[in-house]
Each structure stands twice: as structure tokens, then as C-alpha cells.
């Protein structure tokens, strides 16, 4: 027994450790230790098809912890019907797993769901609950969705873990469905949009992975045709002045200080590059034509296919 009590010591000292090595703040370490964990209870229950991991803890596990930190956890629901006592239900039988291996234990009774409604035609739920790590707690966020397409189709990842424990594999959206969303929200905001963070996922994605650009136009199409997305030829996004709005810049640096990133990074570096990728693919379904080519990432550019 003595052994079992001393887990949440031994881990949060692992934690620390990996803080002072990487630099990155223990809190941020000890809040992905939990999501982690909880992915890994998602992964051995019956749950693991219904639940696709979707968002910025997606976009984090696919650059290696690269990306930028996320608070909240995103799923997509799948068999699965949008309704609270059948979602918390499933939520308070996967946090009842128990790995007495990874010191973590959820207070059940704190265990809330609440209705979401972000826009008009996407109600989702919101799920929170409490982590314990021994005295240690954080409050899990949980935001569930419903009815979207993934293009191409779901994929069985090995989310990456912190400490020598068992990997979760989990289902998770494609990245080129998490472009397509993005991509859609900056067609729709347009010059009103002021949510720095899909600028930012995309340029991430861009810049560390090839897309081959068949399965692009078919995810961007079929996003936009579910969610009644109007292609308009001359949008303001892929203009100069979109890049060079004095207020976008001063929006985007503050962004960038809240995220901590160090890097100079201008924004109309990441629009450069964001409308060599997306303004092609975008012209191609308006033109009605099908779209072969091969994004290089370290190219950043389009390829033709040999």
C-alpha cells in the first residue's frame, strides 16, 4: 500500500523534472499529465469510438507538444446521442476507470454538464470535472460536439505521454478536417474575425506537415457544404490589407505574448504563407476543377505530383 501512496509524490517530482529540463511551467506540464490520463481511461473503456479528439489538444499531440497549450479537450461525438444524463453518464464511467499506476483519481461528485451553443446550428456540451494528483487538483474542461463531417475519416493515433506509462490510442480528427473548420470560421468572421489561435494552428500544421492536396479540397468542400458556407471569388482574406490591418497585427502580437511564444513571428509572414496554401484549394472548388498537387512544408509551397 505504502508503495501506491507514494505515486502522486513520485510523479509530480517526474513532472518538476521534465519542467526544469524543458522550460515549459509545471502547471502546464501537471494540467497535460491529467488530460493525458483521462485519454488513456477514454482508451480502455467502451467509449473509445464515440468520443474523436478533436481541437487544440489534437493539434498539441501531432507537433510533439510544439503547438500552443490548450485548456479544454475537444470531442467530436459519434453513436452517441447529444443528450446530458447519457453523456454524463459515459463520462462518469470512464473517469471510474482505475490505473493505480498513475496516481489519479476524479471527484465524481463534482462531475458537471451543461449545454453549449457557440453558433446556431452546432449545440454541444460541456463537460468539468475535478483532478486529483494526491493534494494536487485541477479542473478539467470538456467540450463535446456533434454533426460534423471528418474528411478524410477518423484515425487511430498514439497520443504521446509525459512519463514511461501505457500511450492512449485514441480516435482523432484528420488534420486536414481541423483546416477545414479553421478555414471556414476565417471565410465566415472575415475581416471581423478576431481569433488569432486558427491562424495560428494552421501556420503551425503548415509548416510541419505535407498535405496532399485531393484529400484537402475534399475536406474543405464537404465542411463548407455542411455548414452552408457561401465560396465568395474576391474574399477579403486573401487580400494585402487583410495582412497589414494595424489592429489584426497589434491583435495577433498580444496572442503571441499570451501564448509565450518567443520567436518573432509576423503576421503577415503567417498570411503569406497561409494564402499560398489555402487560396488555391479555395479557387479550385469555386473553378470546379479537381486540385493534384503536393504541399511541401519545407517548401512551403505547392508541388505538381511526379
Not at 95 to 117: H, M, N, Y
Not at 239 to 245: L, P
Amino acid at each position: 500500500m505504502s508503495e501506491i501512496k507514494n505515486i502522486p509524490a513520485s510523479v509530480s517530482e517526474r513532472l518538476k523534472n521534465i519542467a526544469k529540463k524543458s522550460g515549459k511551467a509545471f502547471d502546464t506540464l501537471l494540467l497535460l499529465y491529467f488530460q493525458e490520463r483521462f485519454l488513456y481511461r477514454l482508451s480502455i473503456s467502451e467509449y473509445r469510438d464515440k468520443f474523436i479528439l478533436k481541437g487544440g489538444l489534437f493539434l498539441f499531440s501531432q507537433t510533439q507538444f510544439k503547438a500552443r497549450p490548450t485548456k479544454d479537450v475537444d470531442f467530436l461525438a459519434r453513436q452517441i446521442a447529444n443528450e446530458l444524463d447519457l453523456l454524463r453518464e459515459s463520462f462518469v464511467s470512464i473517469c471510474s476507470i482505475a490505473v493505480p499506476t498513475d496516481g489519479i483519481a476524479f471527484q465524481l461528485d463534482e462531475l458537471t454538464t451543461e449545454r453549449i451553443k457557440e453558433d446556431a446550428d452546432y449545440e454541444g456540451v460541456r463537460i468539468k470535472v475535478t483532478a486529483l494528483l494526491g493534494r494536487m487538483r485541477k479542473s478539467l474542461q470538456f467540450d463535446i460536439g456533434f454533426g460534423d463531417v471528418v474528411v478524410p475519416k477518423p484515425q487511430l493515433i498514439e497520443y504521446p505521454v509525459l512519463l514511461d506509462m501505457t500511450a492512449p490510442q485514441v480516435q482523432a480528427y484528420s488534420r486536414e478536417s481541423v483546416i477545414s473548420e479553421k478555414f471556414e470560421a476565417m471565410i465566415t468572421l472575415s475581416v471581423m474575425n478576431s481569433r488569432m489561435k486558427d491562424f495560428y494552428d494552421i501556420y503551425t500544421l503548415l509548416t510541419t506537415n505535407n498535405f496532399d492536396g485531393r484529400i484537402l479540397h475534399e475536406a474543405v468542400s464537404e465542411t463548407f457544404q455542411q455548414r452552408g458556407t457561401i465560396f465568395e471569388k474576391e474574399h477579403p482574406l486573401f487580400h494585402e490589407e487583410f495582412a497589414e490591418n494595424e489592429g489584426r497585427t497589434k491583435q495577433w502580437q498580444a496572442f503571441l505574448r499570451r501564448l509565450g511564444v518567443e520567436e518573432q513571428l509576423a503576421f503577415q509572414d503567417v498570411m503569406d504563407a497561409l494564402v499560398s496554401f489555402l487560396e488555391p484549394v479555395y479557387h479550385s472548388i469555386i473553378d470546379e476543377k479537381e486540385f493534384f498537387k503536393r504541399w511541401s512544408y519545407t517548401e512551403k509551397a505547392w508541388k505538381n505530383n511526379n
